[in-house]
């Protein structure tokens, strides 16, 4: 089983369209949490570190439930420049601070 | 703002022959990565490093080797190169702290024939 693994892609949506991304990590040690976003043929880049309580960042909100090991990703009002793939990260933290990435999801926004 | 630097940006190789990729950063961060991203399959961690003259190994550290001689250097080897690595290498670095992104650098397209 892989540490870390996300929903299979692509998916494609409508311009303003609301979609979600999932995730589940096996490692209940870890200790941080992260979702990052890599443009094509580019380097991933973070986009938010996701918090117990949940957290929001304009039109993304991240939430992280530790009982079920599950992550996810809201997108609301999708935009074209939102498509791109999307990581999420496991930080196992400790002495070795492995930072895990999931395969990816690649979300598609049409016009 | 150089950030996380690799070099070279594009390699190719015949197999048996060996190169050494190099990763510097300008952060002083303590931790420093190599990851191989593949179609299908994520990016994948060969090795690592928690601080200077420090490295461990990854998911794939098969047929690489690494080195952490100065803080801001980490530096992957292969000795003899396969077609099996043939991928795109990233080089990533993050400061010694909780919830902290990693920043990573711009890549390496090494090709093995």
């Known amino acids: 089983r892989k540490e870390v693994e996300q929903d299979p892609g692509p998916f494609n949506v409508p311009e303003g369209a609301t979609v979600a991304f999932n995730c589940t990590y096996s490692?209940?040690?870890?200790?941080?949490f992260f979702w990052y976003r890599q443009d094509c043929r580019k380097e991933p880049k973070l986009l938010m570190s996701?918090?117990?309580s949940g957290n929001e960042d304009g039109r993304f909100t991240a939430q992280l439930n530790r009982a079920s090991q599950y992550i996810s990703l809201l997108i609301r009002d999708s935009k074209l420049s939102d498509s791109a793939t999307y990581l999420c990260v496991v930080n196992t933290g400790g002495a070795t601070n492995k930072l895990i990435f999931g395969t990816g999801t690649l979300l598609a926004v049409q016009p | 703002n150089a950030g996380v630097t690799q070099t070279p940006k594009f390699r190719v190789l015949k197999t048996g022959q060996s190169m050494t990729l190099l990763c510097a950063q300008d952060m002083n961060h303590e931790y420093m990565y190599w990851y191989r991203q593949d179609p299908g399959m994520g990016l994948r961690l060969i090795h690592y490093s928690v601080g200077e003259g420090t490295t461990a190994k990854g998911e794939v550290p098969d047929g690489y080797n690494v080195s952490r001689l100065k803080k801001q250097n980490f530096l992957l080897g292969l000795e003899s190169a396969a077609p099996s690595q043939t991928s795109v290498y990233f080089c990533?670095?993050?400061?010694?702290?909780?919830?902290?992104?990693?920043?990573f650098g711009q890549g390496t397209r090494l090709t093995v024939v």
């Open positions: 996701v918090y117990s």
């Open positions: 990533a670095s993050s400061p010694y702290r909780e919830y902290t992104e990693a920043f």
């Open positions: 490692n209940s040690a870890s200790q941080s």
